[in-house]
């Protein structure tokens, strides 16, 4: 279970649990309110409303904007990338 919250450094990404427990939590008391709602019978289905709506989004704008700008930036920054080029071949001709 964990793994789906697992970067690819494996280490827990905590952005990626609160985004979960944020839309878990929405989704949840709306799924309760309308189960509630039809077992009394009081006033039908409860409609899920902008407020809701604007936090699912923004957790989820978040999460996508985090994920564009961490991954955004030079394609490689690794030491390799950045050294400058070395040969490790030894010229056969001598005028190379």
């Known amino acids: 279970m964990w793994s789906a919250f697992c970067g690819a450094d494996g280490k827990v990404s905590m952005m990626r649990l609160l985004t979960f427990f944020v839309i878990v939590t929405i989704l949840g008391v709306f799924v309760a309110h309308n189960v509630m709602s039809m077992i009394k019978g009081v006033c039908g289905f409860v409609s899920f409303g902008y407020t809701d709506a604007g936090l699912i989004a923004g957790a989820l704008g ?3 904007l985090q994920t564009k700008y961490e991954n955004s930036g030079p394609a ?4 390799a990338a950045v050294a400058p ?4 071949t030894i010229p056969i001709n001598k005028t190379e």
């Open 85 to 88: 080029p070395t040969t490790d």
């Open 76 to 79: 490689d920054q690794s030491p």
């Open 62 to 64: 978040i999460k996508a």
